[in-house]
């Protein structure tokens, strides 16, 4: 029995060390090849969107492979026809804002120096500040990184494009298949654990993602639809940025509404005007503070102010915007591990 | 030892076919069809027990039941006496081949195992759990339903069985009582 105990312990260290060399080895190749880690996030996102439409067409009796496909045609055609729609007014919309973009970055500039001029007036002698010159370089080298860069951005997200749906096709169709066969690899006595907590994560992660896309969609499409009615330039873009930056919690909405104030300045915009904006951007926050937040992403994500921002300012140190995106269901995961096995190991 | 790589790839046909044998034979997929039956088949996991190795113990959350397919298992009550060190096992049952345990934590949510289960000779077990009792219900509704009322029947049935000893239990204890106290009379 002794001798079975020896050879039991060196192949539970031998599987042990196999899983985590196969989850390394895939965290390394995320992080280490270019644009990997990106498409594999969206492919999650889409994984996760459009996996109750595959099951639910298993269920009405198709096979996997084909109730995989049907959402993915259905998706991309939908996505072709959006696009058709939307490219040439984003790109009215955009090739307006580099046109106007010197326009811009001069007003931004006098809105500093105006600033900067009341704040030393306010000071007086005991403080001077200098902040106008410093901006309009670094505006002016932003501005030109953003358009001169612009073919190698649309390049990167012509791959990671093609790379994420194919990845969330495959993890759709054989993501269980791959699951059983690190679960596999597992030690017998770790085994449930690992499996209650994979089905915990794939859980709360779906959930996550499904709600925070909701509020994203519905917030941008209230800002969009508010500002085309009162005629401000650039609604599209200003729509989408809003809903892009609303997956940031707490901060986002306030980055996501920083462009059309300044647009608004800039252009000297009537103080009725500012007021209908901030009434337009309240009203997105409302929807998703009354409606969205406690109805559906509160039961999913249960972790404290304070660590949310942590975790918010950790991610955006560690891989910019990204980091800040995914900083959130990177923290909840982390939490649900550390309590799943505490309860296993300790609570017994 | 047993390379568990190579083994699961070259044997892995042999062993489908066994497996498909003994889930037809189990009361809970009894009703399936062969279709069906082979969507379980790569649905549930295969696991390998040394002879003594723990399958799982008393007060771990349960996720699952297991089918033996090879190998017999033994099933233990751990109780730790007041004062003493070490944790008493009083084995409860001996299972071979074909039958199943650990069915309640398909039902529970977050509960607990009330017994340890051991291998008591090189076992192949398969394990069927909680995750993927709800992906069969949530990918064929029809299949789900059939093996939840299958669960149900189980169920029912270990709780007759529960209930009729504990009436037996309590004549037993009444009769002895009723003759204590005639005896204590006389």
């Known amino acids: 029995m002794k001798r079975f105990q020896k050879v039991l312990r060196r192949e539970r260290i031998i599987k042990l060390i196999s899983v985590l060399a196969v989850l390394a080895l895939g965290a390394t190749i995320l992080l280490a090849v270019e644009n990997m880690l990106l498409s594999f996030v969206l492919a999650f996102v889409i994984s996760y969107l459009l996996g109750p439409f595959a099951n639910r067409l298993e269920r009405a009796g198709f096979s996997r492979s084909v109730a995989v496909l049907v959402p993915f045609c259905v998706t991309g055609l939908l996505i072709l026809l959006g696009t058709i729609i939307m490219v040439p007014m984003v790109s009215a919309q955009f090739g307006h804002l580099k046109a106007e973009v010197p326009k811009y970055i001069e007003g ?3 809105l500093m120096s105006e600033t900067e001029e009341y704040v030393n007036v306010l000071f007086q002698s005991f403080y001077r500040v200098d902040f ?45 298949k791959f699951m059983r066969s690190l679960l596999n690899l597992v030690p017998n006595n770790l085994f449930e654990l690992a499996l209650n907590l994979q089905h915990q994560i794939n859980i709360q992660l779906g959930g996550f993602i499904r709600a925070r896309l909701l509020e994203a969609a519905i917030v941008g499409a209230v800002v969009w639809v508010g500002l085309a009615i009162i005629s401000f330039p650039y609604a599209a873009l200003l729509g989408v940025f809003a809903a892009v930056t609303n997956l940031i919690p707490y901060v986002g909405p306030f980055i996501g509404a920083v462009p059309t ?88 | 030892m047993v390379n568990f790589i190579w083994e699961d790839i070259i044997k892995s046909k042999e062993k ?10 189990n009361f809970l997929f009894a009703e399936l069809s062969k279709k069906e039956l082979r969507f379980i088949e790569k649905i549930v996991h295969v696991r390998k027990y040394r002879p003594g190795e723990t399958i799982f113990r008393q007060g771990e959350i349960g996720v699952g039941m297991y089918i033996i397919i090879h190998g017999i298992v033994d099933i233990f009550q751990e109780r730790q006496a007041p004062e003493a060190e070490d944790v008493e ?16 934590s398909l039902v529970e949510d977050n509960g607990k195992r009330s017994a340890t289960a051991c291998a008591k000779e090189e076992a192949v077990l398969v394990g069927f759990f909680k995750p993927d009792l709800l992906e069969v219900l949530d990918r064929n509704p029809v299949m789900g ?13 270990r709780l007759r069985a529960t209930t009729e000893k504990v009436s037996q239990l309590r004549n037993h204890i009444q009769n002895n009582g009723e003759a204590g106290s005639s005896a204590g009379g006389k």
């Open chain 2, 89 to 104: 096992r009083v084995l409860i049952t001996t299972l071979h081949e074909g039958t199943f345990f650990g069915e309640l």
């Open chain 2, 145 to 157: 339903v059939k093996i939840t009322f299958r669960l149900a029947e189980i169920l029912g049935q």
């Open chain 2, 16 to 25: 489908e076919t066994q497996i498909g044998s003994v889930l037809k034979e």
């Open chain 1, 261 to 348: 104030y300044l647009v608004a300045f800039i252009n000297g915009d009537s103080g009725l005007q500012l007021m209908l904006i901030t009434i337009i951007y309240a009203v997105s926050q409302l929807i998703d503070i009354v409606f969205i937040i406690p109805l559906v992403v509160a039961k999913i994500v249960n972790l404290h102010p304070v660590t949310v921002i942590l975790a918010i300012i950790i991610g955006s140190e560690v891989m910019g915007v990204l980091g800040m995106i995914i900083s959130i269901p990177i923290t909840s995961i982390l939490k649900l591990t550390v309590n799943t096995v505490y309860n296993h190991l300790v609570n017994q």
């Open chain 1, 132 to 176: 106008s010159s410093t901006v309009e370089a670094k505006l002016s080298g932003w501005a030109g990184t953003i358009f001169g860069d612009l073919p190698q951005i649309i390049g990167r997200m012509f791959t990671v494009s093609l790379l994420a749906p194919l990845f969330a096709y495959f993890m759709l169709k054989d993501g269980q």
């Open chain 1, 108 to 110: 931004i500039t006098k």
